[in-house]
């Protein structure tokens, strides 16, 4: 699998930022790692966008996401991702920060697949006042 970018975009994108692990071809059975951490500048959740997209030459079978860690219950997700990403084709896990106790909160978002794919980790951080 290839990452060719790592990216922040939305309306929130300014209370995001990101460290990206994945440098060009992610080999069978190995990982990489993308820190996004969220630094809010009002109450609220804020919405995070993670794209995921297939720039192999054959199908990629995202079998999940999930949210696991010390915090995850301070985060939510949801994807539209279908259970076979085409080549060149893209779907999204929208992850929203929703601290409930002020505080430092992490957690990981990880992009499952099969057939040898890698999995995904993205970590993730955020600050409740």
């Not at 939305?10 to 630094?39: L, Q």
Request: net charge negative; hydrophobic share 30%.
């Amino acid at each position: 699998m290839r990452v060719a970018n790592v990216e922040v975009i939305g309306g929130n994108e300014n209370v995001f930022s990101v460290a990206n692990g994945c440098r060009g071809t992610v080999k069978m059975e190995e990982d990489c790692r993308i820190d996004v951490k969220f630094e809010p500048t009002s109450a609220g959740g804020k919405e995070l966008k993670v794209t995921i997209t297939n720039s192999g030459p054959i199908d990629l079978p995202v079998t999940a996401t999930s949210l696991s860690g010390q915090n995850e219950q301070q985060f939510e997700q949801s994807n539209d991702c279908p259970t076979e990403l085409a080549p060149g084709k893209s779907c999204a896990s929208t992850v929203v920060v929703r601290p409930t106790y002020q505080g430092h909160h992490e957690a990981v978002l990880t992009v499952w697949a099969k057939g040898g794919a890698p999995e995904t980790e993205v970590s993730l951080s955020g600050t409740g006042s």
